[in-house]
């Protein structure tokens, strides 16, 4: 009840006191129901894990000298702080509209940048906090050597940075639940099911290897499994700028987006 | 010293709907403001305006000086807004969503001390640690209001709260209010309560279909537009034609006419002898706001 307190703003110019409350609060939101937002989708995962590995491995053939249970976890990993990250932000700002609590914040002094920036930190943070939830129960049942950590965290964060930012977008532009829905089942579950969590796109037909290629969620996963084996089926600076780049221009027009005040200030 | 609120022009369409017809209307610091006016008249949407919630088609508002659209850090910083709708956030509890509110202005742990002083101030000092889901809908509203003075605006806008309210709250709030004002806070009240405008309020606006109809203080308005109320139980009849004019209600019987002097009364009882209608009972009154709102507002509608 009382992790308002462990957070300490006493010392803070008042000018960044206000964003960080933002911050705080969305951060406590999940939070204080991290059983439905951490939990759960560890578990969701480990699933994954358990029933794909026990019943691919041997069959699948992925990057030479890679087994096949190895090769799943860090796209099972960041396919999770992806769909978290963007379930964060999106599942906020919805819920605040349907129940009409987002007056609270539109109300005060917070500029449009400080408002993006609050929810996507939050985003980010959670979708940070499921991978490594993965990431640490995982390690109980399989070796995971990381080549390069560096280009982990790079590709974790922005990763979760763009699909929360994403998850901004669709929260602005659902006035529903169920067109929120539509995002997550139309959009966010088939690109991330088809981004070679479970295959290495190589093992695809040409057409479907270039369709994949197509797949933002594709180089994420990519880059993000290029930093445990040192390998995968781009150069992990081809998925970087395309990550980057995807999180520039959808960062930018999501502060469009807030300036204008579109959907939220009539 | 500039006012506390400056509304000048303001227009707001929403597709063919003219919503707001040019409103101009100053506010000053230190008043006790009453906007008044049916369903419709467009008092909401001047109030979410004055907010920024919505943006207007023409004109502008500035809070004391601030214009609310490219000052609106600043103007938002002066304003404290209780939204009509009963709204909350499921996660947290009455507390928590104080400082989260002070939070957002700027506010720190130094504004503890005010939000147990609004705790106490509404009656909700031992609802503090309750969800804000869990409370009656009475509380919520207290919580509602409490939400808008967390950061200790000295510009009060106060949208209907006490719609649905009992009497108890309403005159706890009433206090509250009456004591902030007392302190120098500017309050802009919107109720359907004529009663609590014209015990509060030193001036009022009245609008109807998106204008101002009316502008002034609350003794001006009940001095011109209705000195005294004469009620008059007649029975089924039919008034003669001169004293028409001066009818205001008629219901099952009962007459009441609005007189701008005492020597008025004389002339409708003589009207009345003229064509032999009998007096089965006679009441006279002081006029209250509500027949200055009917005679300018409620008629034509």
């Known amino acids: 009840m009382n992790n308002t307190k462990l957070i300490n703003s006493t010392n803070m110019k008042p000018s960044l006191r206000g964003p960080w409350t933002l911050l705080k609060k969305e951060l406590l939101r999940f939070w204080r129901i991290a059983f439905q937002t951490v939990a759960a989708p560890v578990i969701t995962a480990l699933l994954y894990l358990l029933i794909f590995a026990h019943v691919l491995a041997g069959h699948v053939q992925v990057y030479n000298g890679v087994p096949y249970t190895e090769f799943l976890i860090p796209g099972l990993i960041m396919m999770s702080v992806l769909q978290n990250a963007f379930a964060n932000s999106s599942s906020s700002l919805i819920q605040s509209k349907v129940m009409g609590n987002l007056v609270f914040v539109l109300l005060t002094p917070l500029t449009h940048f400080q408002f993006f920036a609050a929810f996507l930190i939050a985003a980010i943070i959670r979708g940070l906090v499921v991978g490594l939830g993965i990431y640490l129960v995982a390690m109980w049942f399989v070796d995971i050597h990381v080549t390069n950590p560096l280009l982990v965290v790079t590709f974790a964060l922005l990763g979760s940075a763009l699909l929360g930012t994403f998850g901004i977008i669709a929260g602005i532009w659902a006035d529903r639940f169920d067109q929120m829905a539509a995002f997550q089942n139309f959009i966010i579950m088939p690109l991330s099911f088809l981004s070679g969590v479970f295959y290495s796109i190589h093992s695809l037909p040409p057409f479907w290897q270039k369709l994949s290629q197509l797949n933002p969620f594709f180089y994420m996963i990519d880059g993000f499994r290029y930093g445990f084996f040192g390998k995968g089926d781009v150069s992990p600076l081809v998925s970087l700028s395309i990550v980057g780049g995807s999180f520039l221009v959808l960062a930018l027009i999501t502060l469009k987006m807030l300036k204008s005040g579109y959907k939220l200030r009539a | ?301």
Not at chain 2, 84 to 90: N, T
Not at chain 2, 274 to 291: F, G, P, Y
Request: aromatic share 6%.
């Open chain 2, 1 to 301: 010293m500039n006012p506390a609120i400056k509304i000048n022009g303001v227009h707001k369409n929403f597709g063919s709907l003219h919503a707001l017809k040019g409103i101009d209307l100053t506010i000053e610091q230190g008043e006790f403001f009453a906007l008044l006016g049916p369903n419709g008249a467009g008092k909401s949407t001047l109030i979410s305006i004055l907010a920024g919630l919505i943006k207007p088609t023409a004109g502008d508002i500035s809070v004391m000086g601030f214009d609310v659209v490219n000052q609106y850090q600043q103007a938002r910083q002066l304003l404290g807004v209780v939204p009509q709708e009963l709204v909350f956030d499921p996660f947290f509890n009455v507390r928590e969503m104080l400082r989260f509110q002070a939070g957002y202005f700027g506010r720190g742990k130094e504004n503890d001390a005010w939000v147990d002083e609004i705790l106490e101030g509404l009656g909700l000092a031992d609802k503090a640690h309750t969800n804000m889901r869990k409370l009656s809908g009475g509380m919520k509203r207290r919580a509602l209001i409490a939400q808008a003075l967390a950061h200790k605006p000295p510009v009060i806008v106060l949208d209907e709260p006490t719609a649905g309210v009992d009497v108890e709250l309403r005159q706890m709030l009433w206090e509250f209010i009456k004591n902030l004002n007392n302190q120098g806070h500017t309050i802009i009240l919107t109720t359907h309560y004529l009663e609590e405008a014209e015990a509060l309020c030193s001036r009022v606006g009245m609008m109807k279909q998106g204008e101002i109809v009316a502008l002034d203080s609350t003794a001006n308005l009940l001095n011109k537009f209705a000195g005294k109320k004469l009620r008059l139980t007649l029975g089924d009849v039919t008034l003669p034609a001169n004293i028409q004019s001066l009818l205001r209600k008629q219901e099952k019987g009962i007459f009441t006419f609005a007189l701008n002097d005492m020597a008025q009364i004389e002339l409708v009882l003589a009207a009345l002898r003229a064509v032999n209608i009998k007096v089965l009972d006679m009441q006279l009154s002081e006029a209250d706001l509500e027949d200055v709102f009917l005679s300018l507002v409620g008629k034509a509608s």
